[in-house]
Each structure stands twice: as structure tokens, then as C-alpha cells.
């Protein structure tokens, strides 16, 4: 059976994308990494993928706002093709600014009319800086091909601008339909409750994550890609040494990896 392709966009001020295909070739897939200009100008086409990626980074500079720029330039140069692919029976995945992007592009309207127009927005974290740090997730949504077999997981955030808001019956829509697919959560599992650190930017209902109606479509603001062996984990000496201590293996896979694999093996 032939390797299902991903396409891993790449961009001025992207610089997450290595990282991105590295994981996608982990679980499977066929990665390529591929420049917005290059897809603009006809030198490849969405048509030859059923994944894409849109990775971390601070595209065209965030100015104006994180990753504003981009999807302008994706609405205006690229609207077409976009639209058809998240039509589909294809995946897409923003992380971290490929996130921001995807959100101002509309790609998670509760409505299902994708790309029409936006209804929610990331904005600054409360804390008012960049904040770097690790976070505890719990998988809230049973709808999402991306967290399919996930329960509860640790990943580092990077972000400045990571605070999801929303209308009021935007929220309500996105919990009714299962669209939260990630909330932060104390060390314990226990609701953030908005508390700082727990919940690293304020974000309404403590969300880390959200999917379109069809759960194909799926934006977070932690980064898979950047535990996907044991050993990036902060914690990780200590957690062998516990494994030990029980007579268990010490599982070498990094907890990302299970995102990009339930990807691919959708297509199996």
C-alpha cells in the first residue's frame, strides 16, 4: 500500500516545519515540506495530498496579529483550493501559529461554512508575554480523527498570543457539538479553571484545542511535534526511574507521535 502523503506548509517566518515532517515521516506518512508561494503558483497542488500541516512559527513576523498575514494571503490567493481540500475526506492540522492562521482563515466555524467567515479568534495571553512552558491537556471530544485513543497528555506551549474567545453562543455551539477537543488541566487532571499556570493564557473554558464540525479539521496551541521521543520530556530521567521501580518498560515514544499516527492511520 502506497504511503499516505502529507503536505507540510512552509513560509517566511514558519520554523516549526522540519519538526513537522520529521513527525509525520515517524508515523508513516509520506512528508513533504512545500512553500505557500510555491503552492499559489501552481508548482504543487493540494490534490496530491490527504494531510496537511500547518506548522509552528511567527509567519511574515505576526504582524498585525499572529498569524494574520498568512491567512490573508491563503484567503485571497488561495481560498479556492483550501476550500476544497477541507471539503473532502482529507485532514488538516494547525499547531501553535498554523492554529492562529487556521482560525482566522474560518476553518472552525460551528456552522460548518468553512472559510466564510470567522467566528472565533486567539488573542493575547492574560499574563501579557510570551509564555514558555509545559501543559497538562485532557482530551474532551470525542469527535476528533486526530486524538482518537488519547485521554490525557503533557506538551509544551510557546505563544504569545494563545487566548481563545469567542461570542458566548459561539462557546456554547463548540461545546454542544463536540467541537473542544483539548482542555489544560492541573498536573492531577482536574479542571484549570482558568488558574494561571495551569492554563497558560487565559483561554475561555480552559481550551488548548478545537476541531471543525466534521472533527477532520483540527487546531491546537501545544506542540505534539516537539515531544515525540520519551527523552524530550523535562521529566523524563525522572520517569524512567519510576518505570523502574515497578518492574515496568519505560515507554521511549514521546506522546505527540499518537497525533500524527491516528492522522495516517485514517487512511488505512
Known amino acids: 500500500m502506497a504511503q499516505v502523503k502529507a503536505l507540510i506548509l512552509t513560509g517566511y517566518g514558519i520554523n516549526c516545519d522540519n519538526e513537522a515532517e520529521y513527525a509525520m515521516r515517524l508515523a508513516g506518512a509520506d512528508a513533504k515540506r512545500v512553500h505557500i508561494n510555491d503552492l499559489i503558483a501552481g508548482l504543487d497542488s493540494l490534490d496530491n495530498y490527504r494531510i496537511m500541516v500547518l506548522p509552528g512559527g511567527f509567519s511574515y513576523g505576526d504582524d498585525i496579529a499572529a498569524g494574520k498575514v498568512l491567512a490573508n494571503k491563503i484567503v485571497s490567493a488561495y481560498y479556492d483550493e483550501i476550500k476544497k481540500f477541507a471539503s473532502l475526506d482529507r485532514l488538516m492540522i494547525g499547531i501553535c501559529n498554523g492554529f492562529q492562521v487556521m482560525i482566522k482563515c474560518g476553518l472552525f466555524n460551528t456552522d460548518g461554512n468553512l472559510m466564510d467567515h470567522q467566528e472565533a479568534t486567539l488573542s493575547m495571553n492574560d499574563s501579557g508575554r510570551f509564555e514558555d512552558r509545559w501543559a497538562y491537556l ?8 486526530f486524538t482518537r485513543g488519547i485521554e490525557r497528555v503533557y506538551f509544551p ?112
Open 138 to 145: 485532557k482530551r474532551s471530544s470525542d469527535k476528533c480523527v
Open 157 to 268: 506551549v510557546a505563544h504569545g498570543e494563545g487566548k481563545l474567545i469567542a461570542p458566548d453562543d459561539v462557546i456554547k455551539k463548540l461545546e454542544s457539538q463536540d467541537q473542544v477537543v483539548f482542555r489544560y488541566t492541573k498536573e492531577d487532571g482536574s479542571a484549570a479553571g482558568g488558574e494561571f499556570p495551569a492554563n497558560p493564557n487565559g483561554s475561555s473554558g480552559d481550551m488548548a484545542g478545537i476541531c471543525d464540525p466534521s472533527g477532520r479539521i483540527f487546531g491546537l496551541m501545544p506542540h505534539p511535534e516537539r515531544y515525540l521521543h520519551a527523552t524530550n520530556n523535562p521529566y523524563w530521567t525522572r520517569l524512567r526511574e519510576e518505570a523502574s521501580r515497578r518492574g515496568e518498560p519505560f515507554d521511549e515514544e514521546g506522546q505527540g507521535l499518537k497525533i500524527f499516527r491516528n492522522a495516517v492511520e485514517y487512511f488505512k
